[in-house]
Each structure stands twice: as structure tokens, then as C-alpha cells.
Nanobody
Framework: QLQASGGGLVQPGGSLRLSCTTS????????LGWFRQGPGKEREGVSCISSREGITWYSDSVKGRFTFSRDNDDYTLYLYMNNLKPEDTAVYYC?????????????????WGQGTQVTVSS
């Protein structure tokens, strides 16, 4: 079970923190990811963590601005988003994968939380 929150309206250059509560089992054994779907666009991977490799991947569009972290005590995933741009406007989803294929794509993830809207606008 995944529950995302923290979206909202922010000005360009601003910051937001998204949160996603989950279970200890999911944190320990599944690949974890943040995805987004902008208006009229397909869902895309933003950042993913491989449970086996312990590697965090970021899309080129957010690299250096977004940080994916996890709190093992609270069973929570976080996406810290800095220097937000209008093109970051989207519904953001947290997801988990029992498939463990080490890909940050929609098809590689089989558990999804509800989305949270992020709007970057002045």
C-alpha cells in the first residue's frame, strides 16, 4: 500500500517535498520509484531506487534538482524538489516494483499510490 501527499501550487524556483507512506516489507524488498504525468503526456520515471543494487537513478530533467530519500523508521519515501520549473507541473505518483527489473519505467512497476498534483506557476 502506497499513499502519496505533499503536492501543491508553487512559484518557479520554489521547493516542495512529496511524501509516500508504505510498509516495511515494501521498503526492504521492492524497487521504489517516483513517477509523474504531465498534461497530455505519458507517465514518466522521475527517480527510482533499486533494492538489490542500492542505486538511485534520476531522469536528466530533474538531476541536480530533485532528491529521492527514504526513512526506514517511518516507512516513508520522500521526493525533495528544488528549483521547480513550470515543466515540472504534473501529477506525481509513488510506486513499488516486485518485478525487480531495475528499470524506472511504468511497465516495470506493479504497485501504485494515488497521485498528488504539483503545479509550478507564477
Amino acid at each position: 500500500q502506497l499513499q502519496a501527499s505533499g503536492g501543491g501550487l508553487v512559484q518557479p524556483g520554489g521547493s516542495l517535498r512529496l511524501s509516500c507512506t508504505t510498509s516495511r516489507f515494501t521498503l526492504d524488498y521492492y524497487d521504489l520509484g517516483w513517477f509523474r504525468q504531465g498534461p497530455g503526456k505519458e507517465r514518466e520515471g522521475v527517480s527510482c531506487i533499486s533494492s538489490r543494487e542500492g542505486i538511485t537513478w534520476y531522469s536528466d530533467s530533474v538531476k541536480g534538482r530533485f532528491t529521492f530519500s527514504r526513512d526506514n523508521d517511518d516507512y516513508t519515501l520522500y521526493l525533495y524538489m528544488n528549483n521547480l520549473k513550470p515543466e515540472d507541473t504534473a501529477v506525481y505518483y509513488c510506486a513499488a516494483s516486485s518485478l525487480l527489473v531495475d528499470r524506472c519505467t511504468e511497465a516495470a512497476y506493479d504497485y501504485w499510490g494515488q497521485g498528488t498534483q504539483v503545479t509550478v506557476s507564477s
